[in-house]
């Protein structure tokens, strides 16, 4: 209750200072409404405590597909996925097993290449969860995971925004505004080539989720911000 207290007052700090926007701040492709409600996360074995609400909800519209990669998780949540989505395949890999029990399929710096086992275009979903506000270059990280799915795939990302408080696990690096999200599609195309959408952003209270599609051809613009 202390901790959710400060973390409350800290938005509230940084909205009133101009850097963070004060209420939920959303683009949307489909419209459909975003429920940031506890009562609807999955508890999982992971940092977090569960599959958030608003990633479970970006992937009931979308789907995890037949093939999802889970970064940065454990066998564990791997097993719970499973149990709840017995027809997708689930991989996971860490980079840091010993955070959490249950270990990893792979071994993987994400920041890093993929080794041979994770390849190019072979998962239509990919789950990104807490984990790009640890990693020295999340743009890599994004582009590598980017560069896995098969065309029309979907990355889910969930990280921090400016007034999320420290957090080393193992390490604390960076905290991201909803500009760097809304850009990284043209970022993405310039420097790597990939076509992919920004199909859904929502950012409030600390946290920002984001689902990228990757795409062939581009289609029409999100449906603008509203609060």
Not at 18 to 34: H, N, Q, T
Not at 57 to 73: A, D, H, M, P, R
Not at 163 to 173: A, L, V
Not at 189 to 216: M, N, P, Q
Request: aromatic letters at 12%; one cysteine or more; charged letters at 20%.
């Amino acid at each position: 209750m202390v901790r959710k207290f400060y973390r409350w007052l800290r938005h509230l700090i940084m909205a009133r200072s101009g850097l963070e926007p004060a209420d939920a701040y959303v683009l949307s492709r489909s419209g459909r409404p975003v429920r940031d409600d506890r009562a609807l996360a999955i508890p999982l074995p992971n940092l977090t405590g569960s599959l958030l609400p608003v990633l479970r909800q970006f992937i009931n519209g979308y789907g995890w597909g037949k093939t999802c990669l889970l970064v940065s998780e454990s066998r564990q949540v791997q097993s719970e996925l499973a149990l709840l989505y017995p027809d997708v395949s689930f991989k996971v890999t860490d980079y840091f097993p010993d955070l959490m029990q249950g270990g990893a399929d792979i071994l993987w710096d994400v920041c890093e290449t993929p080794p041979p086992s994770l390849r190019k275009g072979s998962f239509d979903s990919i789950l990104c969860q807490a984990l790009l506000e640890h990693v020295i270059a999340p743009a890599q990280a994004i582009q590598h995971c980017l560069e896995l799915l098969v065309p029309g795939g979907h990355l889910y990302i969930m990280t921090h925004t400016p007034s999320f408080h420290y957090h080393g696990y193992p390490k604390d690096y960076v905290r991201f505004h909803t500009d760097y999200f809304e850009d990284l599609p043209g970022y993405m195309a310039r420097s790597a080539g990939l076509t992919v959408e920004l199909v859904e952003l929502y950012a409030k209270g600390g946290a920002v989720y984001a689902c990228y599609e990757r795409v062939d051809h581009p289609s029409p613009a999100l449906n603008p911000p509203y609060n």
